[in-house]
């Protein structure tokens, strides 16, 4: 049978034509796999780095305050952001990624910065962009773990989840500091949080 005859039946060209359907779908799901897995990376990346920031700010923090509540539980906030890191690196490994390390020299010296400001600052702002920050942090947590979910990285959502929660409970913390400060009304309105 001639070649030509074969591909003009109508069975091979619905083959071919189906064939080429499935190419595209498949191309569709592998292209949209790895902009969720580029989202996801490029989050943890953000948090990875923001995570080191946070902690030496911390770190300043409860160092620049005399001993009471307030400054134990600040150590126990710094404590908690380096495992968020230790957690956020290893998502990254498991994502054959690795942090960005323009970003991470950048949010040391931000962290270094702010934490050496504490000292000089007083009490209220401190506390006050503290909480403010965290907000930020369950946001991105929460959205990371979108993106997990999509991927089907069922243990990756439930830990980024627990770390949502946990910035939550430090947001909470500032914001009960804070509450019925002189200034709070001031910096609610020109800033928006609490
Ligand atoms: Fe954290
Ligand atoms: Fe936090």
Redesign the pocket.
């Known amino acids: 049978m001639n070649l030509i005859f074969i591909d003009r039946l109508p069975f091979v060209r619905y083959i071919r034509h189906a064939s080429s359907l499935f190419q595209d779908k498949i191309l569709q799901y592998t292209l949209k796999v790895q902009t969720t897995r580029e989202k996801l990376i490029r989050i943890l990346q953000n948090?990875h780095a923001?995570?080191c920031a946070?902690?030496f700010a911390y770190r300043g923090h409860w160092m620049s305050l005399k001993d009471s509540p307030e400054k134990t539980r600040i150590k126990e906030i710094e404590a908690?952001?380096w495992?968020?890191?230790r957690r956020v690196g290893g998502w990254l490994e498991k994502l054959d990624a690795k942090p960005n390390k323009i970003r991470e020299k950048i949010f040391w010296s931000i962290g270094r910065t702010l934490g050496t400001t504490c000292f000089l600052s007083g009490w209220f702002m401190p506390m006050y962009f503290a909480g403010r920050l965290?907000s930020q942090?369950s946001v991105e947590?929460e959205e990371a773990a979108a993106f997990a979910r999509e991927l089907g990285m069922h243990d990756c959502v439930e830990d980024l989840l627990d770390?949502a929660r946990?910035?939550v409970e430090?947001e909470l913390f500032f914001h009960e500091t804070v509450a019925g400060h002189r200034l709070l009304p001031i910096m609610r309105r020109v800033f928006g949080w609490s």
């Open positions: 948090a923001g995570e946070a902690a908690e952001e495992d968020h890191r965290e942090n947590y770390m946990v910035e430090h």
